[in-house]
């Protein structure tokens, strides 16, 4: 399973940025998508994560600024981040849970992330 990130960027302050993130591979089924930040001397934090069912949680950091949805068919997560501040600035990883067929007739759980988006904001 392979996790591909694009949309990271320098945006200015107020502005906004649209990252995505498609999940590929021998997926039986998605559990959970997500997006967690690490900023520079810090450790790293949720963001969003959307679950299958469409259920969402957000950290209070970002609530009513950042939208995440998840296009199931595609196995792919969008994170819309609007009224960007500079304390936003991180490198943004995707995270998926996902069920992976064991091959024979099960399933197991599997956690993947992505390398990872910068995101810089700054005037």
């Known amino acids: 399973v392979q996790l591909q990130a694009s949309g990271g960027g320098l945006v200015q302050p107020g502005g906004s940025l649209r990252l995505s993130c498609a999940a590929s591979g021998s997926i039986a089924n998605v559990n959970r998508l997500g997006w967690y930040r690490q900023a520079p001397g810090k450790t790293r934090e949720l963001v969003a994560i959307?679950?299958?069912?469409?259920?969402?949680n957000y950290a209070d950091s970002v609530k009513g600024r950042f939208t995440i949805s998840g296009d199931n068919a595609k196995n792919t997560v969008y994170l819309e981040m609007n009224s960007l501040k500079p304390e936003d600035t991180a490198v943004y990883y995707c995270?998926?849970?996902?069920?992976?067929?064991?091959?024979?007739?099960?399933?197991?759980?599997?956690?993947?992330w992505g390398k990872g988006t910068l995101v810089t904001v700054s005037s």
């Open positions: 995270n998926a849970d996902v069920l992976l067929n064991d091959g024979f007739g099960g399933y197991y759980d599997m956690e993947y």
């Open positions: 959307v679950t299958s069912g469409d259920r969402t």
